[in-house]
């Protein structure tokens, strides 16, 4: 073969690259060495004509030499699709936990509701009957078994409207529903991503699989599943939003369309300049309406939910001191019962009345759901919170191309407000710091 090579490289043949078509270099190969054959029939012997003759047959068959046939010219796939699956299985992996998480507090949730329907009517029916047990203990002949009765009945009343006083189980179930709602919607998102293919997951959305974690760190510490401990106090000192959402930003993600070398160190000033120009659907008019937004969120809609749930707060730590300390009184009343010809009435009168009283204080506490109320205070100001956060780091960002799109961004504000796009626009006038917080009127949330 060496000297094949030899001979045609005397001859002032050049072998061409080796082709990804076997039948076109095949070609090639027949017309390189018949251009050969006509200039140089004077210099060769019949001998090398056998045996050129019998190398095309080999070139032609692609039994050649890599190295002789200029294999060094082919393409070597790289690691990158190795990569891309990586980063899609990574994803996929948080996809998954996060529907675990969603079936968990579902069902956790719908426990928990149940404890809070089972629990009333066990707490009311102990408190009743001992009522009952009570007002008819001094004219029965079995006045021992019957205070008896009655005392234990509103001790175990008492015993448990503290424990589930505690625990508040229509608050821990409005925990796991919102809870369940934002894992769906990490789950939804995540497999959002996966659906535009492993490439974009790991070029596109370089840091999404970072957030996707701090995410769903964030919610479990915001939504515990377990009872004790761990469990979220519900009779806080201060009452602030929920939080849902990881405090670290990651603003490649929001990095979805083309930039240039002459952006990528935009300042303030010209992220101002380019803003008026529209770029990446950012406009000076949609800065001053997102500011605005932000601004009726935080001085109204925001404080107007805290307010509330500081109110409901205070009835619902009013109404867990009253429950118990009511069925106490009465049991400790029944314990009187009988003790004397004038004592008899006041202890029966005592202990009805308390076990009474305890029985509809329990009844608005966990039927009426103060809890649920109180929580749900909590998660519509989260809500506003979060909206509020995402207006501030989108104009933070002094590359308008590295915000997220400002069409896109109004259209998603809007929807969480319960708005449309052009109801927003009334927005612009109070972002002004002209404009004072006693002068807005209006909420800018419509949902809730």
Partial sequence: MASVV??????????????????????????????????????TTSDQRQVVS?????????????????????????TGDDGAAEEAEKLRAVAEA????????????????NWNHLLLHSTNSLALAACVMAALAPASTSLLALK?????????????????????????????????????QLERDVRATLALGASAATKDDFFFFQEAVERVLALDAAYPLPLLPGMLE?????????????????????????????????????????????????????????RGIARVLKAKDEQEYLSFGKVVLRLNRGLA???????????????????GDAGTSWASG???????????????????????????????????????DDIEENLEEANVEQRENGE????????QLGRSPSDLKHFNEMASPSFRDEDIRNFAGKLF
């Fill in 6 to 43: 030899r001979l045609l490289a005397g001859s002032s043949l050049v072998l061409p690259a080796k082709s990804r078509s076997p039948g076109r270099s095949g070609l090639c190969c027949r017309a390189s060495l018949r251009g050969v054959g006509s200039n140089s029939t004077s210099a």
């Fill in 54 to 78: 019998s190398s095309v047959d080999e070139l032609t068959l692609g039994r050649v030499d890599p190295l002789v046939a200029g294999a060094e010219d082919d393409v070597v796939i790289g």
């Fill in 98 to 113: 996060a529907a675990d998480r969603v079936e968990m507090h579902d069902i956790i949730g719908r426990q928990r509701d």
């Fill in 148 to 184: 008896a009765s009655a005392g234990l009945l509103l001790a175990s009343a008492a015993v448990t409207m503290a424990a589930v006083n505690k625990i508040q189980p229509s608050q821990l179930a409005e925990e796991q529903r919102n809870a369940t709602r934002l894992w769906r």
């Fill in 234 to 290: 519900k009779f806080p000192d201060t009452v602030e939003p929920a939080r849902w959402w990881p405090n670290k930003k990651y603003p490649a993600r929001r990095s979805a369309c083309k930039k240039s070398p002459s952006k990528s160190n935009t300042t303030r000033h010209g992220a101002r300049r380019a803003s008026m120009t529209g770029g990446n659907g950012w406009t000076l008019e949609l800065e001053e309406e997102m």
């Fill in 321 to 339: 001191v009253a429950g118990p300390a009511l069925a106490g009184t009465a049991a400790i009343a029944a314990a009187f019962i009988g003790s």
């Fill in 350 to 388: 005592a202990a009805v009345l308390g076990g009474a009283l305890a029985a509809a204080v329990n009844t608005v506490e966990h039927g009426g759901q103060v809890g649920m109320v109180f929580e749900l205070c909590r998660n519509v100001t989260g809500l506003y919170r979060k909206i509020q």
């Fill in 408 to 415: 896109l961004f109004e259209t998603k504000v809007a929807l």
